[in-house]
Every structure is written in C-alpha cells, then in structure tokens.
C-alpha cells in the first residue's frame, strides 16, 4: 500500500472513531444527565494543583472529567470518547484533561478510587494514567456489576502488577494502608458537594460546566475558553 493511500486510511478510519464518539458523547449525556442544568455564568475556581492530567502544562483550557471506576457509563467515555478528545485536543496542546473522582455505586468505587489516587500519590502522574486506562478496561460488562463488589484489593494490586514492579505495588499498597489518599479524595468530594453534581460522568471546561448534548457544543465550549 502507498503512504498517501496509507495515509487516507488513517483519516478515514479517525473520522468514523470520532463519528461514533460523537454518538456515543450524545448518549453518555443523556443517560448521566438526571435534569438539564443552566449553565452557570461564572466559572467554578479548581484548585489544579496535585490533581492528575493528560497533556500540556502550557494548553490553555482545563477539562475536568468527575467519574467513578464503577460506572458503566464512564468506562464507555474513557473507550469510545476520551480518545478523540485526547487526539482533538490534549495532544494538540489546546486543553489539559484532568480526572477527579466521585464515588458513589458502591464500596467498590471507594476502593478504586483511593488506590487509583494512592498510585497517583506514590507512582507519579504517568503511571496513574496508565492504571486508570487500564483499570476501566478491565470493568465487567455484567449489567449485575454495579451491586457487586469486584475491585478487591488483591484484584487493584494485580492490575497494578501489570504496569509496575513488585517493588512499587508493595509501596503503594503499603501507602493505601495508611490512607494516603485521603485528603487528596476530601477535596475532590468536596469540589463534588460545591457544585452539586450527581452523575458521572460531569464534565468541566474551564470552570464551566458541561451541559450541552452533542459534541459539536462541546467542541465550541472548549474553543470559546481557549479564547
């Protein structure tokens, strides 16, 4: 095959991903989404600072997913949107994208969580991203799974096993133990609480919060905050 076909083909193949993300992104709105939401006209004032992000320190938007490792919903976003996202605009430099947690399904989400930010803590940002990648991927498709509990400690620390040394799973395990994470789950609670949000996932783009339903809005939301 030639490149310029090589290269049509790539395109191709892009567009029909963000085709479906955009499906996808209109469907995850609605199932997430209780009641529309006004948007408010201030922006909601993130402290970014130790907080997990994909992308360059520099871009000049911030978008903040609230998810829970537990939701059937996320794991679809983090599958089937966040890579054209990603692609769009994290690795073009234009936005940052940021993950806080909202646990809310289950004792599951609770424990995913504080290891998922417990990596974060001890491993660095690089790692966490590839747990948090990894871990959604794993996330069952039973439609029984949100009442049962299937992140056990055991099962986080063998995920971890697959992108880490036997070394720093034994850290991170030993950190999760003492509850390292703890203020670092408080403040995303409490950002959770402020702004009294009640699905995952909730999006934020500079403050603002996400309450479009297509990802044509969501793409002009970004680009009016780059702005």
């Known amino acids: 095959m030639s490149k310029t076909n ?36 201030e922006a909601f004032n993130f402290d970014y600072s130790n907080q997990p992000f994909e992308g360059d320190e520099k871009a000049p938007v911030e978008i903040v997913e609230f998810g829970d490792y537990k939701c059937p919903v996320c794991k679809q976003f983090n599958e089937s949107v ?14 940052k994208f940021y993950f806080m947690n909202f646990p809310f399904i289950n004792t599951d989400s609770h424990r995913s969580a504080e290891f998922a930010e417990t990596v974060y803590q001890v491993l660095g940002n690089e790692t966490f991203w590839k747990f948090h990648h990894l871990l959604y991927s794993k996330q069952p498709k039973d439609e029984k799974y949100e009442k049962v ?10 995920t971890l096993a697959e992108i880490s040394s036997d070394k720093d799973v034994k850290k991170v395990e030993e950190a999760f133990n003492n509850k390292v994470y703890k203020d670092a789950i408080n403040k995303d609670k409490s950002y959770v609480t402020e702004l009294g949000i009640n699905s995952t996932p909730t999006l934020f783009i500079n403050g603002k919060e996400f309450t479009g339903k297509s990802y044509e809005e969501f793409i002009q939301q970004v680009q009016n905050a780059a702005k």
């Open 6 to 41: 090589t290269n049509k083909s790539s395109s191709s193949f892009f567009w029909i991903v963000v085709i479906i993300a955009v499906a996808f992104l209109a469907l995850i709105i609605f199932l997430s989404k209780s009641s529309d939401k006004p948007e408010k006209s």
């Open 149 to 158: 509990d299937y992140f056990k400690l055991d099962f986080l620390k063998k």
């Open 82 to 95: 966040y890579p054209v996202i990603q692609k769009e605009f994290v690795d073009t430099g234009k936005a």
